[in-house]
């Protein structure tokens, strides 16, 4: 289910360090290895999940926006929800969905909207919002998000309410 929402959210259990990377392909490995690291302790399933998805929306982003860097956002809302997000610095036409092809043909020809599926499957909500203008530019940057199911009794006990990057 797709949802459209205007911030991020007001309150979670454990907000981890945004982090920033420069808007390369390149970089969206790293962005999945200290993912992977902030997540340690956390299920297999979530974590892979986790990765999944950020591999996505981080392509996403330095694909289809031009500013310099992407960043990752992450906040474990409470003990069933796992809240990713990858903002850009804008540059991008139009918001993000699945595009929907006249014919099965056409759909198979695409090159594009098979990511979005992707976060669809693995997301109970996936949506964005927009941000404020950046530095240097009136473009606005925009936030892709993905609420993702945490199975009850696999959260970490010792997570703190705000995580530092090691």
């Known amino acids: 289910m797709t949802t459209l929402v205007l911030s991020p959210p007001a309150v979670a259990r454990t907000w981890w360090e945004h982090r920033t990377y420069p808007r390369a392909l390149s970089h969206v490995g790293r962005a999945r290895h200290d993912l992977a690291r902030d997540l340690a302790g956390f299920d297999t399933d979530v974590i892979d999940t986790a990765?999944?998805?950020?591999?996505?929306?981080?392509?996403?982003?330095?694909?289809?926006?031009?500013?310099?860097?992407?960043?990752?956002?992450?906040?474990?809302?409470?003990e069933r929800v796992l809240w990713l997000a990858v903002?850009?610095?804008?540059?991008?036409?139009?918001?993000?969905?699945?595009?929907?092809?006249?014919?099965?043909?056409?759909?198979?020809?695409?090159?594009?909207?098979r990511g979005l599926l992707l976060i669809e499957a693995l997301a109970a909500r996936w949506g964005s919002y927009t941000l404020g203008p950046h530095e240097n530019t009136t473009d606005l940057g925009r936030a892709v998000w993905a609420a993702l199911p945490v199975e009850p009794g696999v959260v970490p006990?010792?997570?703190p309410a705000f995580a530092l990057s090691p």
Do not use: K, Y
């Not at 990765?51 to 409470?78: K, M, Q, W, Y």
């Open 51 to 78: 990765l999944l998805c950020l591999g996505e929306l981080a392509a996403n982003a330095v694909e289809h926006t031009s500013g310099p860097c992407f960043h990752r956002a992450l906040a474990l809302i409470d």
């Open 87 to 113: 903002l850009d610095d804008g540059g991008a036409a139009g918001s993000p969905h699945i595009p929907e092809q006249e014919t099965g043909d056409l759909w198979c020809a695409s090159e594009d909207g």
């Open 157 to 159: 006990a010792d997570l």
